[in-house]
């Protein structure tokens, strides 16, 4: 049974970096791509990008220059930073697994973490 | 971008009958080399993520019901729920992974008449 728990601080100030971290456990680790997702009132769910398991990324472009997703392979983890937060990046935050890795990633998620609530605020 | 359009946004259906939620593509997702769509349904409940239904536009997820089904191809997607349940009532959204960035719908509530 594959379980994703995720965790990071819940609360930031506008400007401070968003830190959250996924753990993985149950299943090939590197045999998928792993993705973070947030999900906010306003703007529904947004896909903000993915790693594998040698670390190659891909990122939603309306976020890349503030997204770093990063893995630690000996811990089956995989990371988020997200630089300069503001109350527009107050939202739910998911880990999940993506499809099984045929020759490109395959983008539907099947599991996911619990979700971590992240509010911006001054 | 490929924008995700559900219609309704929210439906009240009574116990034992049948709600349809739409998802509609900007761009078609069928990919023509496989002939698969890229076309993803999930069951969202208040406090939980998302749970995957369907893949593929049609592919059942393990432990889904099959009075739960996943239809349409190219642009337009169907999800029928027959003989609804009071375990039903949620949120469905579509998702799109035909190209990048992966996209959602905005969500349609289904409730219990």
């Known amino acids: 049974q594959v379980q994703l728990q995720q965790w990071g601080a819940g609360l930031l100030k506008p400007s401070e970096t968003l830190s959250l971290t996924c753990a993985v456990n149950?299943?090939?680790?590197?045999?998928?791509?792993w993705s973070w997702i947030r999900q906010s009132p306003g703007k529904g769910l947004e896909w903000i990008g993915e790693?594998?398991?040698?670390?190659?990324?891909n990122y939603n472009p309306s976020l890349k220059s503030r997204v770093t997703i990063s893995v630690d392979t000996s811990k089956n983890h995989f990371s988020l930073q997200m630089t300069s937060v503001t109350a527009a990046d107050t939202a739910v935050y998911y880990c999940?697994?993506?499809?099984?890795?045929?020759?490109?990633?395959?983008?539907?998620?099947?599991?996911w973490g619990q979700g971590t609530l992240v509010t911006v605020s001054s | 971008d490929i924008v995700m359009t559900q219609s309704p946004d929210s439906l009240a259906v009574s116990l034992g009958e049948t709600a349809t939620v739409n998802c509609r593509s900007s761009?078609?997702?069928?990919?023509?080399?496989?002939?698969?769509?890229?076309l993803a349904w999930y069951q969202q409940k208040p406090g939980q993520p998302p749970k995957l239904l369907f893949y593929?536009?049609?592919t059942r997820e393990s432990g889904v019901p099959d009075r739960i089904s996943g239809s349409g191809s190219g642009t337009d997607f169907t999800l029928t729920i027959s003989s609804l349940q009071a375990e039903d009532v949620a949120v469905y959204f579509c998702?799109?992974?035909?190209?990048?960035?992966?996209?959602f719908g905005q969500g349609t509530k289904v409730e219990v008449k």
């Open positions: 999940a697994r993506e499809g099984l890795v045929v020759v490109t990633a395959i983008r539907y998620f099947d599991y």
């Open positions: 149950g299943g090939s680790f590197s045999a998928y791509y």
């Open positions: 790693i594998n398991h040698s670390g190659s990324t």
């Open positions: 761009q078609n997702v069928l990919y023509s080399s496989n002939n698969k769509n890229y």
């Open positions: 593929w536009a049609s």
């Open positions: 998702q799109q992974y035909y190209s990048t960035p992966p996209t």
